[in-house]
């Protein structure tokens, strides 16, 4: 079985600075990582996701993630935030199946919230 | 994008009752799934929902309180049955149109009172 901790329950930023949101995960085997935004009363939408190759995943938004198998982290970064960058941002892994792709059973962090202020 | 619908977007029910949840997607995926947020915690996948036979359960979650239907390639139903107050959630269905590109959707959830 796999866990995902997501390290921060809330980051109060400033508009402009840059971020980081981080998340760790657990699993005896190999995984695909992925980050989502849950903005205020919307559904989930998809940042980013690793599932093989390069460790540095670029995202919608601006938004990067790397993936550290030695650390088992994959956090994710933002040079430069803005206001509508507002929202919940959620750390999930998935284990991938023998032929290679994911079904889409997710195992998600608790969640961070992210605020950003003017 | 796969274009996801949930109805009702929320309900306030009353403890003993049932509420069935609908789940409708744009076009034909591969795979759906029934999630659950419980309040200020994550997402907790409750079941993947087969079309044509009986959805598969995950661990703490059994067919008894939480029936799935899928009768075809757009379309799926949650009831949470016999409710509590520890029902109280988001529920949201997901979808996986590809095996290839793991494109995974998730609709805008349905906010499930129970008083």
């Known amino acids: 079985a796999q866990s995902v901790t997501q390290l921060d329950s809330q980051v109060p930023v400033f508009e402009e600075a840059p971020v980081e949101l981080r998340c760790n995960y657990s699993?005896?085997?190999?995984?695909?990582l992925f980050w989502y935004v849950q903005y205020p009363n919307q559904g989930l939408q998809l940042l980013l996701k690793?599932?093989?190759?390069?460790?540095l995943v670029k995202g919608i938004n601006g938004f990067e993630a790397e993936f550290n198998k030695s650390q088992t982290s994959f956090h994710l970064r933002k040079p430069s935030v803005h206001i509508s960058d507002t929202a919940e941002y959620f750390c999930?892994?998935?284990?991938?199946?023998?032929?290679?792709?994911?079904?889409?059973?997710?195992?998600f962090g608790q969640g961070t919230i992210l605020t950003v202020h003017p | 994008s796969a274009v996801i619908s949930q109805k009702p977007s929320r309900d306030i029910c009353q403890r003993g009752t049932s509420l069935t949840i609908q789940c409708q997607v744009d076009?034909?995926?591969?795979?759906m799934f029934w999630y659950r947020q419980q309040p200020g915690q994550s997402l907790t996948l409750i079941a993947t929902?087969?079309?044509?036979?009986?959805?598969?359960?995950e661990s703490g979650f059994v067919i008894d309180k939480f029936p799935i239907s899928r009768p075809n390639l757009t379309f799926s139903t949650l009831t949470v049955s016999n409710m509590s107050p520890e029902d109280s959630s988001i529920y949201l269905c997901?979808?996986?149109?590809?095996?290839?590109?793991?494109?995974?959707?998730f609709g805008p959830g349905t906010r499930l009172t129970v008083l």
């Open positions: 929902a087969n079309q044509g036979s009986e959805a598969t359960y």
């Open positions: 997901s979808v996986v149109r590809g095996r290839r590109n793991n494109e995974q959707f």
């Open positions: 690793y599932l093989s190759g390069s460790t």
């Open positions: 999930a892994v998935s284990r991938p199946n023998a032929g290679g792709t994911s079904y889409g059973k997710l195992t």
């Open positions: 699993s005896s085997v190999s995984v695909y």
């Open positions: 076009s034909q995926v591969t795979m």
